[in-house]
């Protein structure tokens, strides 16, 4: 469930723009606070734990951009359901691994924007 969207605008975006939107978790909470290493640490965040256990709250930093440059930047905040409330099969693991930042292609790596026109 979307909680929380904070954000500020930079470079226009027009109909047609092609926006490439990329997030990173800075934050993952559980009822009783903060759950595992995430954002700059160089870790990996851990999840486990008894049914009910898992984090409840992340918060996402948000970019988006386009041809012209960056057009959105911000974060976003998120309520997970409690495992709980998840389906249940016999094949999924009881412990989630979750990639961070280093587990992720860096900015410089990612195409850039290049100006064109989705559609086009």
Known sequence: ???????????????????????????LAGPVGPVGPVGEDPVRATIAGPVGERPVRATIAVTGDNGIGRHVTGTVTVMLPATEDL??????PVTETLPVTEDLPAAEDLPAPSGERAGA
């Open 87 to 92: 389906p249940v099969t016999e094949d999924l």
């Open 1 to 27: 469930v979307l909680r929380k969207v904070a954000i500020r605008l930079g470079a226009p975006n027009y109909p047609g723009d092609v926006l490439r939107l990329t997030g990173r978790i800075t934050e």
